[in-house]
């Protein structure tokens, strides 16, 4: 009777187990497009006018990336899966009749200095409306003096808005297990003053990769040689982006204005 | 002998009156535990309990109370012995603790080692191929020890020691001048300060840049506080009095918590204006911003008005552990820096909530107050514990720290 009984259980516990999993399989397999943004991180209070108009007037928006290695993917695909081809992708699937053209030039290892040095050229071959910048890391690394960083950065940023382009601020990844060797935050924090100063959005990347780490979304502190977390990461990042743009620029008010 | 005649008689009887209240002034250690507590809650990133340390509510943080105070009991412990034994003795005795702050700082270097080089051997993620990039200094070990050693390649929260042991290679010249003409070594002081600033005078580091805490910056703090002790606390004792100051003092203090609120509550940022952040930012902590200095001063402002030298709770075992802990800062603060690694590593490792960060950190606390009362109690089975003079009066007055 015991043996018949623990077996029993034994089947029952299997079964249980069976469909536990089956469930969990379902739910866990496709949703990649789920992606846990809190709506706080991906609002504005300034306004991104020449994305406006060019969507309004034009139906069209050039936007360049400029960054550095934090802003691609190794890999032979590594570019179609990184943050500013999702980004195309998110902006034309929310911006319908609308053209969306993102050009990345991204460069590891880049201080922000020499990013600053190379961007007249990216901005006069590209003519972009709106440049997102994505900056600090490198700098982080080599240790540039955050004033330095500050200055270059204030530099940059003028030019940008000098071309008639809108810019957003980009700052750094959130990567746990590198936060006891490189410390970031003073470069956050140069990030935050300037993007206030030239009233330019700041995209906080490091705060939203915190949540989703804090919140479960991504174990960003899992060791891996495998690209579907980082790509996946990378999608919620261009569809993040792409919130922000839409809210900076209430392009959701004229899209509703163009179906009416 | 020369130096003794040069020195000693002038200076006893220009600061004999000044040292003359050689009783340990319990508050120093009590502030000094508290901040070492601080320090260590900071360096883990992760951990809500650091949203409580004072770094969160002003311009200055526990840093700036470290090395005050590690200033005030180094002129008061060294002082003492350059007016009694003279020059040679005393400078002996400052180099002496500046090296076995050495020590410790390589000890602790090798601890990091290992934790670097496990990160390296067990890390990978194609997210982070760009932030990996902080793991190249261990292709040359050979280069990175060597500039460990001389100081100039110091990881993440290493940045404290190095600063105290340039600062008390160079104390024994000012400490002579602080007992000879403090005025005089108190404006010097301000103007190094001033002339870093000007002119960007800090140590290189290793692979580039500057030290973190820039040492010609930072001096100006230890210095004052070195200067408070041999006598500067008493000169300034009717200006801490007035009610002025203290209103300036406590106003200060609320403009920089309100625009540290500015930090954390975005919204409110609106509220300042924008002169005033483009005068006030960046708030330097390298070179320790004149902001963040005077955050620090209006601090202690008010601390020294609401906590009287004789404050009955100085001798109450609630606030034991804390004084026990300032009593023996180097080993504390080593301890610190040590236990904040395998903190972080834990709740890193094990992805702590915030019940594990708390745990953590009162165990942290608990550990440190632990060791520091194992350590007292080695002291005073040898018969030198701090406050009981018996033999070398000043040798480890300050828990042997100065």
Known sequence: MKLNKSIAATFALGAACVTALVAAGARAAPPAEECDIPQSLV??????????????????????????????????????????????????ARLSGSDIKVTAHVQPKQTTAAMVSGMGKILSDDKPALVIWQAGTADALSGVEPEDFRASLDQGVEQIQGANADVILMNMQYSPRTESMLDVSAYADVMRVVA???????????????????????????????????RRVHDCIGRALASQIINAAHLDAVRIQTTR | MFAKHMLVRPLAAASAPVL??????????????VALWLIFLDHIPENFLNWFTIRNYGFSDATEIFIFISGYTAAFVYGRAMRERG??????????RAWQIYVAHIFLFTIFMAEIAYVAATFDNPLYAEEMNILDFLKQPDITIFQALLLKFKPV????????????????????????????????SALVYVLAWNFDWNLPAYPNGVWFFNPFAWQLLFVFGAWCALGGAQRLSPVLRSPAVLAIAIGYLLFAFAITLTWYIEPLQ?????????????IDKTNLDVLRFAHFLALAAVTVRFVPRDWPLLKSPLLRPAILCGQHSLEIFCLGVFLAFAGQFIIGEWSGGPLIQAAISLLGILIMIATASL???????????PGSRVKSPDADLAGGEA
């Not at chain 2, 020059?87 to 002496?96: D, E, H, K, M």
């Not at chain 2, 350590?375 to 514990?385: A, F, L, Q, T, V």
């Open chain 2, 157 to 188: 929260n290493m940045d404290v020691l190095p600063l105290y042991i340039v600062l008390l290679l160079l104390f024994p010249p000012m400490l002579w001048l602080l007992l000879w003409q403090p005025a005089f070594a108190l404006a010097g």
């Open chain 2, 270 to 282: 609106r509220f300042v204006p924008g002169w005033l952040s483009d005068w006030m930012y960046p």
């Open chain 1, 196 to 230: 206030q100063q030239r009233a330019a959005p700041l995209f906080d990347r490091l705060a939203l990769m915190h949540y989703w780490n804090d919140e479960g979304t991504f174990d960003l502190y899992a060791a891996t040689k495998k690209y579907d977390m980082a």
């Open chain 2, 375 to 385: 350590i007292s109690w080695y002291k005073h089975m040898e018969g030198r514990s």
């Open chain 2, 87 to 96: 020059i040679v003795i005393a400078s002996a005795r400052v180099l002496r």
């Open chain 2, 20 to 33: 003359a209240g050689t009783e340990r002034d319990l508050r120093l250690d009590l502030f000094r535990g």
């Open chain 1, 43 to 92: 609002e504005s209070e300034i306004d991104l006018p020449r994305v406006l108009t060019e969507i309004k007037d034009k139906h069209r928006l050039d936007i360049t990336v400029i960054g550095t290695g934090s802003s691609g993917l190794a890999g032979s695909e590594g570019a179609r899966y990184a943050y500013p081809a999702r980004l195309n992708d998110a902006l034309k």
